[in-house]
T-cell receptor, first 115, second 117 residues
Framework: NAGVMQNPRHLVRRRGQEARLRCSPM?????VYWYRQLPEEGLKFMVY????????ESGMPKERFSAEFPKEGPSILRIQQVVRGDSAAYFC?????????????FGPGTRLTVL | AQTVTQSQPEMSVQEAETVTLSCTYD???????LFWYKQPPSRQMILVIR??????QNATENRFSVNFQKAAKSFSLKISDSQLGDAAMYFC??????????????FGTGTSLTVIP
């Protein structure tokens, strides 16, 4: 049973380009969470999705960031017109259920570097 | 919003010795979960131990144990017989168990643990 998969593991973009980060949850998991880890900081919640629904995006910046979790395929975190401050590690976590399940399984993260 | 505080940015311990990492949190909720995650240089988040707030008994996983003081909102991690492989960043995390919550984690800023041979 493969764990949470994220790709790419490393992504380099120039300012103004788009970054697209993918997360494939564990098999059977329908809940996905995205977190961002800035250098020297802990992980901070960005968005919580279920299949085809955004449940909570209160941690997402209002502009340039969007997320989706389609019926088929991975969850995508999209950052448009990246800036240097977007450089961070982005982690995806999944669980089979929402709150009633007390653990989330984390992927290895995508390290985004903006030049 | 819940906050999690780790007041020790860095800690070190001699191999085979015991070290305690501190964590405090702030919440008005009575039902929640607490976690310690380990993040080695690979950056993979690895669950070390978890505690349900309604349980008075402190969780234990082999060499790892917690001291959960609900009234004081304290959740420290004790690592016994420290090994070189324990060297990593350790994050304390909080998750609400309320049915209406979204279930996201709130993380502290981490403690970097060095194990000295």
């Amino acid at each position: 049973n493969a764990g949470v998969m994220q790709n790419p593991r490393h992504l380099v973009r120039r300012r103004g380009q788009e970054a697209r980060l993918r997360c494939s949850p564990m098999k059977g998991h329908s809940h996905v969470y995205w977190y961002r880890q800035l250098p020297e900081e802990g992980l901070k919640f960005m968005v919580y999705l279920q299949k085809e629904n955004i449940i909570d995006e209160s941690g997402m910046p209002k502009e340039r960031f969007s997320a989706e979790f389609p019926k088929e395929g991975p969850s995508i975190l999209r950052i448009q017109q990246v800036v240097r401050g977007d450089s961070a590690a982005y982690f995806c976590a999944s669980s089979p259920q929402g709150v009633s399940f007390n653990e989330q399984f984390f992927g290895p993260g995508t390290r985004l570097t903006v030049l | 919003a819940q906050t999690v505080t780790q007041s020790q940015p860095e800690m070190s311990v001699q191999e085979a010795e015991t070290v305690t990492l501190s964590c405090t949190y702030d919440t008005s909720e009575s039902d929640y979960y607490l976690f310690w995650y380990k993040q080695p240089p690979s950056r993979q988040m690895i669950l070390v131990i978890r505690q349900e707030a309604y349980k008075q008994q402190n969780a234990t996983e082999n060499r790892f144990s917690v001291n959960f003081q609900k009234a004081a909102k304290s959740f420290s991690l004790k690592i016994s017989d420290s090994q070189l492989g324990d060297a990593a960043m350790y994050f304390c995390a909080y998750r609400s168990a309320r049915p209406r919550s979204r279930g996201q984690f709130y993380f502290g800023t981490g403690t970097s643990l060095t194990v000295i041979p």
